[in-house]
């Protein structure tokens, strides 16, 4: 006898049944028709709307049930015959009723008909969508629909949904409807949408759906955004189409030559990247009958799309000892390649010289050379390395350019800016910061990437900015900063205090924990008249510019990134906070999440104002039992 969803069931539901629906809860509803968009259950109208208050037909219905089903790639384009008398094979739904009437989804009515065009109610969905997780009329008892409203509240496929068993169905039920199938375990055990995409274990043990990896999978293209009529190669109207650029939402007017440009149809969505990779073709791995990746600029970086494994191979244009520009796609990896001039468009790279050193090279016609090098951290927070014939320094700045076919590198030209942050991290002065906005703040010959968040409330003066370029709209895209956080520098506890300034005799050496490392710093030729305790260094450890000791406060809670002092205060605290553990005079290195829980006396070191872009550095743990 089949297992049978008994009495026991019923009775739970009814209990459930006599609580007000609006408790069962609702499933946020953007995220609801993303997720059905990427599946291509329910899409919107040509201009993308999901029209939520309108009602649904028993034909509109069984559509989405076949494109919810294992037989959504199998339903064709029209019916071999008509599936009812009021469904003749011309019927643009015939197809997907008769599949559905073949898997044994749905079924007419004792007249013979199906009644396509009638509202379809809440007991005829929900006794497909049961079907759908292998449910059959036999696993319930009583009359119908008593058991699949039974089934369908206890497997929580009601939550958004008010309607009785009666009421015809609106889009916006049917959103929740679907949505809610997906992370409904079927009879077997499984969640429905693995079972659907088999093998991508899309929602995790605890009934999550990793959307990315989803709305990954609806992305078609990609293609490149300077070929001419570019946009008529995506399959549909892009005039309503939701554009996003580098994660942002952004529009289609905004898009450039060189983004690379992915879609979905289903979704009526349009994804950009911008991110290029400058430089000289070093290597191709394994080789050019089969390559996987390239080395370009000193950096090894993935194929991903077979027009780039075409351009590097041996039928392919490109050669090692070739300038090019990698145009990188959603993964991070290559989408595609242009050769230098091209386009047609001038791509530049900005960044820091970090070192240089002589490299070896290979021209185009495999012989091997040396060639003075100069690494380079960009504006995108890559690190990457040229060839070149000037001398250059570590801590100048640069821009790569090609032009002629040629890698140029050159000084930019200094900009003149000044101005304040905004709260939301929007503005600078009375400049925008583009979506795709890159920043460095920079100390010598060191580099951080930050972001505008970071930056908010700061006072940026014109000494702190050494770089800056805007774009059409005369928006901020790429800025580079003098020592305007903080962050380039090291924090650590100086364990050990040596100095010497008697007479002619002036010298100094101090042991200083980084992180949990004794690092010796010797100065044969002054003191910077130091204290034992958390302290910066500027410049390098071997040969620091400045150590100065920090100042300190009491904290008296910890949320996330956030500090509570004991006069009330709340002060940021460094992503890179340094935490030690204070025991018996000891430093254990040790970690924000473990101190923070409660057991300790903490004390706060911070190097400057926090509106000046100063953060809490160092943070001590001493144990309050």
Not at 206 to 214: N, P, Q, S, T
Request: glycine share 8%.
């Amino acid at each position: 006898m089949k297992k049978r969803i008994l009495s026991a069931l019923a009775a739970a539901a009814l209990a459930v049944g006599l609580l007000p629906a609006a408790l069962a809860a609702a499933p946020d509803r953007q995220e609801a028709a993303e997720v059905l968009a990427a599946l291509d259950i329910m899409v919107g109208d040509q201009n993308g709307n999901l029209n939520l208050s309108s009602t649904v037909t028993r034909a509109e219905f069984t559509r989405m049930v076949i494109s919810a089903s294992p037989f959504r790639d199998s339903a064709g384009d029209a019916a071999s015959v008509s599936p009812y008398p009021d469904v003749p094979k011309s019927h643009w739904a015939a197809p997907y009723i008769q599949a559905a009437v073949g898997a044994g989804y749905v079924s007419g009515y004792l007249d013979g008909t199906f009644r396509p065009g009638s509202s379809i109610t809440l007991a005829e969905g929900v006794t497909m969508v049961l079907k759908l997780l292998g449910y059959e009329n036999s696993d319930f008892t009583g009359a119908y629909p008593a058991g699949q409203m039974a089934a369908y509240r206890n497997l929580n496929l009601d939550e958004g949904i008010s309607a009785s068993a009666d009421s015809t169905l609106t889009r916006g039920d049917v959103l929740c409807l679907f949505y809610n199938l997906m992370t409904t375990k079927n009879k077997s055990g499984v969640y429905y949408l693995n079972v659907l995409e088999a093998g991508k274990n899309l929602v995790s043990a605890d009934g999550v759906i990793d959307r990315v990896a989803l709305v990954n999978d609806a992305m078609e293209g990609p293609v490149v955004a300077d070929a001419v009529n570019w946009q008529s190669k995506i399959p549909f109207d892009l005039a309503n189409a939701t554009v996003y650029r580098d994660g942002k939402a952004s529009s289609l007017a905004a898009l450039q030559s060189l983004d690379v440009v992915y879609w979905s149809k289903p979704m009526n969505t349009l994804w950009a990247y911008t991110k290029q990779v400058t430089g000289t073709l070093e290597a191709v791995a394994p080789n050019t009958s089969s390559p996987a990746s390239v080395t370009v600029a000193g950096q090894v970086y993935a194929l991903e799309s077979n027009e780039a494994a075409f351009a590097f191979s041996n039928l392919g244009q490109f050669r090692t000892g070739d300038n090019v520009t990698l145009l990188m796609g959603r993964t991070g990896n290559v989408a595609a390649v242009r050769g230098t001039g091209e386009s047609g468009v001038i791509t530049a790279t900005y960044g820091i010289v970090t070192a240089v050193a002589d490299s070896p090279y290979t021209d185009n016609q495999g012989n091997s050379y040396n060639r003075h090098t100069i690494t380079v951290m960009t504006t995108s927070g890559a690190v990457n390395s040229y060839p070149t014939t000037s001398n250059y320094r570590a801590g100048d700045l640069v821009r790569i350019t090609t032009e002629n076919g040629e890698l140029q590198i050159k000084r930019p030209t200094t900009v003149r800016l000044s101005g304040t942050v905004s709260r939301d991290g929007k503005r600078l002065g009375n400049k925008s910061f583009a979506a795709n906005v890159e920043i460095l703040d920079t100390y010598e010959d060191t580099a951080v990437r930050v972001y505008p968040e970071r930056l908010a409330g700061l006072e940026i003066t014109e000494r702190m900015v050494r770089f800056c370029s805007t774009n059409a709209q005369g928006e901020i895209e790429r800025l580079i900063l003098r020592e305007a956080t903080g962050d380039t520098h090291t924090y650590g506890i100086l364990t050990s205090v040596n100095e010497v300034n008697v007479g002619m005799m002036v010298s100094s050496s101090y042991v200083v924990n980084v992180a949990g490392q004794e690092v010796p710093i010797v100065n044969p030729n002054g003191v910077y008249n130091l204290k034992q305790g958390p302290c910066v260094i500027k410049g390098s450890l071997s040969a620091p510019d400045r150590i100065t000791n920090l100042d300190s406060v009491r904290l008296d809670a910890i949320l996330g990134y956030t500090a509570l002092t004991d006069r009330n205060q709340t002060l940021d605290i460094s992503e890179r906070v340094a935490v030690f553990e204070v025991r018996d005079d000891t430093y254990y290195y040790s970690s924000l999440a473990r101190v923070s829980g409660g057991g300790y006396t903490l004390t706060g070191y911070y190097d400057k104002a926090q509106d000046q872009g100063g953060r809490i550095r160092v943070i001590l743990a001493r144990s309050s039992s």
